[in-house]
Nanobody, 124 residues
């Protein structure tokens, strides 16, 4: 099983930046893909960005392309989400998640393990 712990959330003004971190404690090396999702009040959880554990293939939601960047540090067992040029529409709880498949689509049902989330609030 994998244990995920997110950090780095907070409150910023529009145009600001935050970097989220997800520390991954993997007890079985079965997980192949990591992702960030977010969920705003009253809305469904949506995929933001994902990365395979080789760090080669990434994908992004259209709404964050060019502003967000996902990366990983294997030595630190950490996945990051750098968020720039934030807007109020980015306000949500952000979750780190792990999938068993290299090719898991950026959809919640394909991810098997989840962190508790970290809140991001962007004010105008």
């Amino acid at each position: 099983q994998v244990h995920l712990v997110e950090s780095g959330g907070g409150s910023v003004q529009a145009g600001g930046s935050l970097r989220l971190s997800c520390v991954v404690s993997v007890y079985h090396y079965d997980y192949k893909r990591m992702a960030w999702f977010r969920q705003a009040p009253g809305k469904e959880r949506e995929g933001v960005a994902d990365i395979d554990l080789g760090g080669v293939r990434t994908s992004y939601a259209d709404s964050v392309k060019g502003r967000f960047a996902i990366s990983q540090d294997n030595a630190q067992n950490t996945v990051y989400l750098q968020m720039n040029d934030l807007t109020p529409e980015d306000t949500a709880m952000y979750y780190c998640a792990a999938a068993l498949s290299h090719s898991a689509p950026l959809l919640p049902r394909y991810y098997n393990s989840w962190g508790q989330g970290t809140q991001v609030t962007v004010s105008s």
